[in-house]
């Protein structure tokens, strides 16, 4: 099975603790029209995984990064030497001169309550990140040219903070993804989100789309947040804070309700699949279990593609052959009683290489999750996602992934097809339509 949950579930920046607080001066505030976009490739089943091409260095190099909402660490496979490097599409990153240092804020920013001190101001700034899947990434912060080119055609040139990773571990049991490392999303300081929000580069806004049939796109800044049709639902803050964290949901099944209600709700596009906790699970299994009865549809035990698959009297192609049996599953939120998030069968199920109909829902509590119920890749399917850490909501439209959406109505919005737009591979199909 190929599968990753990068959700942290531990960050220890090695740093000194400043004197004094630091608050970046930011430098401006970034207009509405500052958005970057990248094309996005993978999927979920067979891969595992969707990754960006970042470029970086100078002169910049392409990297390939693991999409994670679900931590906010971005690191790149790093040779200085490197002590353990997983099987990458590139050369590990060789980082320049300019470490951060033990009394740089990046450094220091982090919430970790027992930080060490640094022995001296110029030590270099390490970090170890472990993910809930039991991979890992052990490092130090380097900085870098990251030229990003706006959807106008512009070409920003910040310096970021990320981690040049020497020593990487997967589980035993994992198949990695083949990238060359991680783009953090997350909430916290060192996300790049975070950072180019202070250097009044983007707006702290970012959305993905992820197509079921594969591919898509991820953006940063409010430009192709769709103006209508776009549900929104308040981040919690009290919750899971170091995660994209919705509150507490109930759980029903084709329009029933499970009886199941306060189930903690993360966001994480570093998840292949959705994971429910035990008691969740069990409910939803059983109600699947009960609504396909007398359907001609029977349990797979023999495909190990995922722990539950489905049978029918000859192989499934796609979806489209199930999608008159399963029903939608929601997620309606505590805080906010307008907010569903609806699952349609492309979002919960993938269609094995044997044909047979596979539940890419899982039980949560076997690997460790406990009573988080993360919300991966697969349930992020046809649907544009919008993480906005200026209002502090989370927002999904129905979206085809394949096409930008309309960018609030106008023809050409940012002077996207204008010739110096053109060079962006996924700008060129939607001006050509
Ligand atoms: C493109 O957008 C960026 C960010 O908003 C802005 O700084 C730049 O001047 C724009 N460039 C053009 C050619 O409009
Ligand atoms: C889910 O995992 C837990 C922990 O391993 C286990 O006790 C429980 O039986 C599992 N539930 C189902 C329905 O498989």
């Keep these: ?99 951060v240092t033990c009394n740089d804020p990046l450094c220091a920013s982090v919430h970790w309550p027992d930080s060490l001190d640094c022995k001296s101001p110029k030590d270099q700034c390490d970090y170890e990140v472990q993910y809930a899947d039991h991979g890992s990434s052990l490092g130090l912060l380097v900085k870098d040219w990251f030229p990003l080119q706006y959807i106008n055609g512009s070409v920003a040139k910040p310096r970021l903070a990320f981690g040049c990773g020497y020593n990487q571990e997967v589980h035993a049991s994992m198949d990695p993804p083949y990238t060359d490392g991680i783009l953090g999303l997350g909430l916290g300081k060192t996300s790049i989100l975070n950072q180019l929000n202070e250097l009044g580069l983007t707006r702290n806004v970012v959305g993905h789309c992820l197509g079921a049939q594969g591919d898509g796109f991820l953006f940063f800044g409010n430009e192709l947040v769709p103006s209508s049709g776009v549900i929104w639902a308040p981040m919690s803050t009290t919750e899971i804070e170091k ?21 903690p709700i993360v966001f994480d596009s570093g998840s292949t699949y959705t994971y429910f906790s035990a008691d969740a699970y069990k409910a939803l299994v059983s109600m699947l279990t009960n609504d396909i009865k007398g359907k001609k549809i029977y349990t797979a035990n023999d495909d190990k593609s995922l722990p539950l698959c489905w049978k029918g009297s000859k192989p499934f192609k796609s979806i489209q052959d199930v999608k008159n049996v399963f029903k939608p599953i929601t997620l309606s939120f505590a805080k906010s009683k307008y907010a569903r998030f609806q699952m349609d069968p492309e ?54 992934c394949k096409k930008l959406p309309n960018i609030n109505e106008d023809p050409d919005p940012g002077g996207l097809c204008k010739p110096y737009g053109s060079n962006i591979d996924i700008l060129q199909a939607y001006c050509a339509a």
């Design 1 to 99: 099975m190929h599968s990753r949950i990068n959700l942290i579930v531990y960050l220890l920046l090695i740093a000194a603790l400043i004197q004094g607080s630091y608050s970046a001066a930011k430098q401006s505030t970034p207009g509405d029209r500052s958005s970057v976009v990248f094309q996005v490739t993978g999927n979920v089943y067979p891969k595992g995984y969707y990754h960006v091409t970042v470029n970086i260095g100078n002169p910049p190099r392409p990297y390939w990064l693991d999409i994670d909402t679900g931590s906010d660490l971005t690191w790149l496979q790093c040779d200085v030497p490197c002590v353990k490097c997983l099987p990458a599409p590139h050369k590990p990153y060789k980082p320049n001169k300019d470490l």
């Design 243 to 263: 995660h994209y964290s919705l509150g507490t949901a109930e759980l029903y099944v084709g329009g029933k309700t499970s009886g199941i209600k306060g189930l």
């Design 347 to 400: 979002a919960y199920l993938i269609i094995s290489e044997r044909g047979n109909a596979c539940l890419g829902i899982l039980n949560g509590s076997e690997v460790g999750l406990e009573n988080i119920n993360l919300i991966g890749d697969i349930s992020f399917h046809d649907k544009i996602i919008i993480y906005d850490n200026e209002k502090q909501q989370i927002g999904w439209a129905p979206a085809n």
